[in-house]
């Protein structure tokens, strides 16, 4: 497996670029693609993050978590995304199940039912 872990910009004060969350890349080509596009006096660099970070994918639908807005939500850890999503996801130690996919709200076929093999993703390529 390649490797896994995001990319971001960081300008020269070590800040992360933030333009309204804080983009992830899935390689350093990319976030350099994407540094090249930013207008402006401030020059921002790729910079590897030290940890993989965490998608949710429901094991059902395989709906990944917050892909129908501008990107995917990246967590830092699963704690951190069960805590995000209580109340509205249904974690369990087997499964993860979105708001459509929860016990009695799923409108799939039996057989469809648990199809997805991933139920935690980490980086999936910055999609």
Not at 1 to 10: E, N
Not at 46 to 53: T, V
Request: hydrophobic share 30%; charged share 30%; proline share 4%.
């Amino acid at each position: 497996m390649a490797d896994t872990t995001c990319w971001v910009l960081t300008n020269s004060d070590g800040e992360d670029l933030d333009q309204d969350g804080i983009p992830h890349f899935p390689s350093e080509k990319h976030a350099e693609e994407e540094a090249a596009k930013i207008e402006g006096d401030e020059v921002f660099k790729p910079r590897q993050l030290d940890h993989p970070c965490v998608i949710v994918a429901c094991s059902c639908c395989e709906y990944i978590y917050d892909e129908d807005e501008d990107g995917v939500c990246h967590f830092d850890n699963l704690a951190e995304a069960e805590q995000a999503l209580a109340g509205h996801w249904k974690f369990t130690r087997d499964e993860a199940l979105c708001d459509e996919c929860k016990p009695g709200t799923c409108d799939r076929s039996a057989d469809e039912h648990g199809s997805a093999e991933a139920l935690f993703l980490i980086n999936d390529g910055g999609r």
